[in-house]
C-alpha cells in the first residue's frame, strides 16, 4: 500500500485545498428584448421577459416605492 514518507506541511495541504472554495462570478448574458444583464436560462429582471412572453411583471426600482 502507498504511504507517503514525508509529511506534507500545512501549508501545501492547504494549496491543495484552497480551488474547491473559489467563487466564479455568475455568466451574465443581455437580455433579447431590453439588453441589459441577465443571467441565462431565467427570467430576466429588468422587463419580465423569458422566452419571448413575458413570464412575470418586472420589477419596480426603490424610487417609485417611495
Do not use: F, W
Not at 506534507?8 to 443581455?30: C, E, G, N, Y
Not at 422566452?51 to 420589477?59: D, L, M
Amino acid at each position: 500500500m502507498a504511504v507517503p514518507k514525508r509529511r506534507k506541511s500545512s501549508s501545501k495541504r492547504d494549496m491543495r485545498r484552497a480551488h474547491h472554495d473559489k467563487i466564479t462570478a455568475p455568466t451574465l448574458v443581455p437580455c433579447p428584448n431590453c439588453s441589459s444583464p441577465m443571467v441565462p436560462h431565467r427570467v430576466c429582471p429588468s422587463c419580465g421577459m423569458y422566452k419571448g412572453r413575458r413570464v412575470v411583471e418586472p420589477s419596480q426600482s426603490q424610487d417609485s416605492n417611495e
